[in-house]
T-cell receptor, first 113, second 113 residues
C-alpha cells in the first residue's frame, strides 16, 4: 500500500527553468493538496483540488500552476522558477468525508539557484 | 481567513518528563483540530485530533485539550521517550466543504536521554 507518492525527491533548478512535481495517491481520495514548508513558517497551502478536473488557489499560489486530470494524480508546475521557490514541497490527500485525515507524501526538496 | 499560532518553536525535555505545546486560533467557526508529527526526512503524520464538541481526548501517552471560549488547544505528551523527538504541527479547519487545514508554524521537540 503506497499511500501518497511524490516524485522527484530532490531537484536543483536554475532560475527561469521549469519543472513539474508529481503527486500520486492510491487511496481513491477526492481531495488533494500541495503545500510548501519553509523554516519557521510551517506548512502553507499552495493549491488544492476537491475532485478530478477541479483546482483552486490556496494561501500562496503565485508562481505555481496545478492540474488534476486524473483522480489519483495532482501535478504542481513551476513555469519559471525563482530562488524564492526554494522549499520542501508536500502533497497530501483526504477522502473529503467527515474524518478529515490528510495523508502526506515524503516531500520533494527543491533548490532554485 | 484562519490564523493559527503555535508555541514554543523549540522545546527540550528530559526523557520521562512531560511536554506541552500550545496553539491558538482566530476563527471561532473552526471545528476540527488535528496534530501532526513530522520525523526527519518524512511527511507529517496525524497523531491525534479533536472536534469542537469535545473538550479533551487521550490516546495512551498523548492527549489534546480544547478551550473553545479562549480559542486555544494544547498537545500533552507524558512519559516522553527518545522516539518522541520530532517536529509537531497543530492545525485548524473551518468547514467550508474543502477540508482545508491551516497549520501552525511547528514545534521542534527534543527529548534529552
Amino acid at each position: 500500500n503506497a499511500g501518497v507518492t511524490q516524485t522527484p525527491k530532490f531537484r536543483v533548478l536554475k532560475t527561469g527553468q521549469s519543472m513539474t512535481l508529481l503527486c500520486a495517491q492510491d487511496m481513491n481520495h477526492e481531495y488533494m493538496y500541495w503545500y510548501r514548508q519553509d523554516p519557521g513558517m510551517g506548512l502553507r497551502l499552495i493549491h488544492y483540488s476537491v475532485g478530478e478536473g477541479t483546482t483552486a488557489k490556496g494561501e500562496v499560489p503565485d508562481g505555481y500552476n496545478v492540474s488534476r486530470l486524473k483522480k489519483q494524480n495532482f501535478l504542481l508546475g513551476l513555469e519559471s522558477a525563482a530562488p524564492s521557490q526554494t522549499s520542501v514541497y508536500f502533497c497530501a490527500s483526504t477522502t473529503g468525508l467527515s474524518k478529515n485525515i490528510q495523508y502526506f507524501g515524503a516531500g520533494t526538496r527543491l533548490s532554485v539557484l | 481567513g484562519e490564523n493559527v499560532e503555535q508555541h514554543p518553536s523549540t522545546l527540550s525535555v528530559q526523557e520521562g518528563d512531560s511536554a506541552v505545546i500550545k496553539c491558538t486560533y482566530s476563527d471561532s467557526a473552526s471545528n476540527y483540530f488535528p496534530w501532526y508529527k513530522q520525523e526527519l526526512g518524512k511527511g507529517p503524520q496525524l497523531i491525534i485530533d479533536i472536534r469542537s464538541n469535545v473538550g479533551e481526548k487521550k490516546d495512551q501517552r498523548i492527549a489534546v485539550t480544547l478551550n473553545k471560549t479562549a480559542k486555544h488547544f494544547s498537545l500533552h505528551i507524558t512519559e516522553t521517550q527518545p522516539e518522541d523527538s520530532a517536529v509537531y504541527f497543530c492545525a485548524a479547519r473551518v468547514n467550508f466543504g474543502n477540508e482545508k487545514l491551516t497549520f501552525g508554524t511547528g514545534t521542534r521537540l527534543t527529548i534529552i536521554p
